[in-house]
């Protein structure tokens, strides 16, 4: 019923920037709480980053803090993910996940609804 749509990767130098979207058609947008995940080569899903459904608690895996910053437009039903200073080891497959009110959570089973990817490499 929910469809989540990423886009935004590509091949970007070490030291670039890259913001991905995520994007849905559903109008209750405003409720629910999104986040990142990525997923290298050979490597488990993991956390990257998450935002409260009211916008008003966000989280950052330390990996990324302090380089990454998520976001959330409700008037256009899209989530952001603004990465800075990218680094060779934040080459993977990046994918949105979304669930319906609650905190932020590190765990991908919580989120119901998923994207179906969007592939960032970063050259050095």
């Known amino acids: 019923q929910v469809q989540l749509v990423e886009s935004g990767g590509g091949l970007v130098q070490a030291g670039g920037s890259l913001r991905l979207s995520c994007t849905t058609s559903?109008?209750?947008?405003?409720?629910?709480?999104m986040a990142w995940f990525r997923q290298a080569p050979g490597k488990e899903r993991a956390f990257v980053a998450g935002i409260g459904w009211n916008g008003r608690g966000t989280d950052y895996s330390d990996s990324v803090k302090g380089r990454f910053t998520i976001s959330k437009d409700n008037a256009k039903s899209t989530a952001y993910l603004q990465m800075n200073s990218l680094k060779p080891e934040d080459t993977a497959d990046y994918y949105c996940a979304a669930k319906i009110w609650g905190d932020v959570s590190r765990s991908h089973g919580t989120y119901s609804h998923w994207g179906q990817g969007t592939q960032v490499t970063v050259s050095s």
């Open positions: 559903q109008r209750t947008f405003s409720m629910y709480t």
